[in-house]
C-alpha cells in the first residue's frame, strides 16, 4: 500500500492498493475510491468489538476496501479542519488514541477501546478516559483537530495538558490527572484538572479540539426566537 496526504488544513489521504490489499475505516470518512475496489461493511470481529469502539466514539460498522486489480485507490478524509497522521506499527508498538481519531488503517491493524483504570482519570479524565488502541502490524491514520505539535518525552519527563489537546501517545506514557492548584486558578483559570502525560515515549498534540471550537462559535450563531 501507498499513501499520499494532501488537501491542506481540509486534509485527504489517498490510498494506493495492489489486488488483495485491504483498508478499513470508520463508516463516513470514505471520499472517493476507483471501479476495481469491492466494499464490505461489518463490525470488523464481532458485536462486542463493534460496541467496543462505539464506546470509544468511533462507529459500530467498519467498511472495508480491497483492491480487485494493481492500482486502485480509495481516499479518506478527515471531517474536521486539521492533519491526518500515519503512524506505521510494526507489532511491537501500539498506540492510545483520543475518541474519534481513528480515520482509517490497513486490515492488519487493530482497533480496540483502551480503558483507563484509575478512578480519578476515570472520573475527572474528560476526553482523555475511554480510548482507542491500535496495534498489529501496518499503517494506521489518525485524524487530529487543527496543527499537531509532537514530544519525545524522556523517562520520567512530565507534560500537563488540557485533556482536550491530547491526540494520541505511545502505550509506554503514563497518564494521570493533577488537580489545579490554587482557588483562583481554578475558577479563573483552565478549570479542576491536568491531564498528567509521563515519558518515555511520545505524544501527539492538538492546537484546536473540535469540542473548543464549537463552544467558541456559540456566541456567534443565530439565537432561536420564539
Avoid at 461489518?42 to 459500530?60: C, M, P
Avoid at 479542519?81 to 488514541?97: M, R, V
Avoid at 482509517?104 to 482497533?111: F, L, N, P, Q, Y
Avoid at 491526540?167 to 483552565?190: P, S, Y
Amino acid at each position: 500500500m501507498e499513501y499520499e496526504i494532501t488537501g491542506g488544513s481540509f486534509p485527504i489521504v489517498i490510498c494506493t492498493l495492489q489486488k488483495g490489499e485491504t483498508m478499513k475505516n470508520e463508516t463516513g470518512a470514505m471520499a472517493f475510491m476507483t471501479s476495481g475496489m469491492n466494499m464490505e461493511t461489518n463490525t470488523g470481529g464481532g458485536l462486542l468489538k463493534g460496541i467496543g469502539r462505539a464506546l470509544s466514539g468511533d462507529t459500530l460498522f467498519l467498511n472495508f476496501f480491497t483492491a480487485e486489480s494493481d492500482g486502485e485507490q480509495v481516499g479518506f478524509s478527515s471531517c474536521t479542519p486539521g492533519k491526518i497522521i500515519p503512524i506505521k506499527l510494526d507489532g511491537s508498538n501500539s498506540i492510545i488514541g483520543q475518541k474519534n481519531a481513528f480515520l482509517a488503517a490497513e486490515e492488519s491493524v487493530d482497533v480496540d477501546i483502551f480503558f483507563k483504570n484509575k478512578l480519578g482519570t476515570g472520573i475527572f479524565g474528560g476526553e482523555g478516559f475511554i480510548l482507542q488502541k491500535f496495534t498489529g502490524n501496518g499503517m494506521v491514520f489518525l485524524e487530529i483537530d487543527g496543527e499537531v505539535i509532537e514530544r519525545d518525552l524522556q523517562p520520567g519527563e512530565v507534560l500537563l495538558v488540557d485533556p482536550g489537546h491530547i491526540a494520541a501517545m505511545e502505550e509506554g506514557i503514563d497518564f494521570d490527572v493533577e488537580r489545579v492548584q490554587g482557588a483562583k486558578n481554578i475558577l479563573f483559570g483552565e478549570g479542576l484538572f491536568f491531564s498528567k502525560l509521563t515519558g518515555p515515549g511520545k505524544v501527539w498534540l492538538q492546537t484546536m479540539p473540535i469540542s473548543k471550537l464549537a463552544e467558541s462559535l456559540i456566541p456567534f450563531l443565530p439565537q432561536r426566537t420564539e
